[in-house]
């Protein structure tokens, strides 16, 4: 390099944030199952966003999701793809092994990133990607959806209206067999699923599952002051552990128990947060908000979103573009990193 300001780079990441009537251009890289339904289609719906390019390492099938889903490129390497000057952001949806890299090089490229969840394979993974994204002061989001989510925000509006008195106790459980239909959909078989690679996912269905769910207590409840926990492979069935149980103690006082289990007799999916007026359950997986308060239940239903992530791109969108705050920081996604490296009992 000749040590001079390179205006290019200066002026993609600038951009967005100075022209607030920009396009946002996306590029996938890791358009799998989870872009099918779940979030590719949601950035062609937002007004701003449209999805120009694919990548998968397989070109062939990078080349049939782009034709399935009406998007003008694909692209079967990721620098390719970052490196194209019609993308002005990246969505990161590969397994979560590639995500650090991924994100490096296009934060590097002044490029803002959506990345999936678990945000990376571990907390110190996660502050390196947080720390690359103050290096090049370009923006990183990541994608735990459920906070914007209308059923979440409900729980989170009650909370916050103190519908339930205090808060003092979260119970949440998350028990699945170990070919249940929850699993099924998100995880598949186990002979050659990379959710059970601890390498490639960082640990097994608790790593692929359990981001969302603690995500969440971060949003409702502020910063984690001490966590700890306990996590084996009962069963035997693949290289991950497949049971894990977690305290948290936050640091308005609230206290979480949370355990998972992948390997019960019985599904179970509750989140039950405990006041001094009341109670909210609900689960993780389903549709409804219950709030008990003097003994009477009153029920919140809600309908099923077609595209799950779109109420969350369309922040991420607004952000990336200037007119809102980010849905979901590396800071916190990296806190949830450290609530998952607590509870696995990994010292990394």
């Not at 996306?26 to 950035?43: H, L, M, N, R, Y």
Request: hydrophobic fraction near 40%; aromatic fraction near 10%; charged fraction near 20%.
């Amino acid at each position: 390099m000749n040590g001079k300001p390179n205006y290019f780079m200066e002026k993609v990441r600038n951009m967005l944030g100075n022209d607030r009537s920009a396009e946002l251009k996306w590029g996938i890289i890791g358009c799998g199952d989870v872009t099918e339904v779940k979030s590719g289609p949601a950035f062609n719906k937002i007004p701003g966003s449209s999805l120009v390019a694919v990548m998968r390492r397989s070109g062939a099938k990078a080349q049939d999701y782009a034709y399935r889903h009406n998007v003008p490129k694909w692209y079967d390497n990721a620098a390719r793809l970052i490196n194209d000057p019609e993308i002005n952001a990246i969505y990161i949806a590969t397994p979560p092994l590639q995500h650090e890299e991924y994100a490096l090089l296009a934060l590097a490229a002044g490029k803002p990133v959506y990345v999936e969840k678990p945000m990376t394979l571990n907390a110190v993974s996660a502050l390196r990607m947080k720390e690359a994204a103050e290096k090049y002061n370009v923006k990183l989001t990541v994608a735990h959806y459920r906070r914007q989510q209308p059923m979440f925000l409900k729980v989170k509006a009650l909370i916050d209206q103190k519908a339930i008195g205090d808060i003092s106790l979260v119970q949440l459980q998350m028990h699945q067999p170990h070919n249940s239909d929850l699993i099924a959909s998100t995880a598949g078989g186990s002979g050659s699923n990379w959710r059970f690679d601890p390498a490639i996912s960082g640990g097994g269905l608790f790593h692929d599952l359990s981001p969302h769910q603690l995500d969440l207590m971060i949003y409702f409840f502020g910063h984690p002051l001490k966590s700890m926990g306990l996590s084996l492979n009962q069963a035997g069935l693949y290289p991950a552990d497949d049971i894990v149980s977690g305290q948290v103690l936050f640091k308005n006082g609230v206290l979480f128990n949370g355990s998972w289990c992948f390997n019960a007799a019985e599904k179970t999916d509750s989140c039950e947060i405990i006041g001094t007026e009341g109670k909210i359950t609900f689960p993780m997986f389903g549709h409804k908000v219950t709030l008990r308060k003097n003994g009477i239940d009153q029920d919140f239903i809600f309908d099923p979103l077609q595209h799950v992530q779109q109420p969350m791109i369309e922040q991420v969108v607004n952000y990336f573009s200037g007119r809102g705050e980010n849905p979901c920081s590396a800071q916190d996604a990296m806190l949830c990193m450290q609530l998952m490296d607590s509870f696995t009992c990994r010292d990394v």
